[in-house]
């Protein structure tokens, strides 16, 4: 084996690495907690917050009257893009595994292609791992107020990335950032 083909084999297989970790990683938790400031009173926040959750297919599963603390919870459900993405890129991954090992061992001849069959796996992992119940926890908390400022309020939510990029894109212009 020359050095080229012994270089190209490493990278390869590199690269099958990554792609299965990156696989992996797309069904991994990723919550994030968000802090907002705002002036508006505690009566108009909460219901503005809940008619946004109840919107976006979320259900109130508890309260928590001492902490001020609402819990949603909805089910996320897997995206076919993704689904199908991740296929496609197993299958890409693959067949370029194939190649460098029908190379490396020319015994084997196009057995290796075979391994291109194994591409389906990752779109069902990301599908059977993908869809969930998930929660988003809201707080409110005053804020004492200080010489003529008026009383603040510190809205603090936690929950999955995406739902809180979505949140800020929707409702941000009228919180601050805190």
Known sequence: MDTTLSSTFFLTLLMTIGLFFFIRASVKDRTEELHWVTEQPEESILPELQGYFDRRAYRVKAVDGERNQVTFEGYVRPSWFLAIFLTLLAAVGMLCLALILSMVIPQGGNLFLGLILLSPVAGWFYWQNSGRMEQVSLQVKSMESS?????????????HRDELAVLKQTLGPRYSQG
């Open 147 to 159: 010489g003529n400022n008026p009383t603040q309020n510190r809205i603090t939510i936690t929950g």
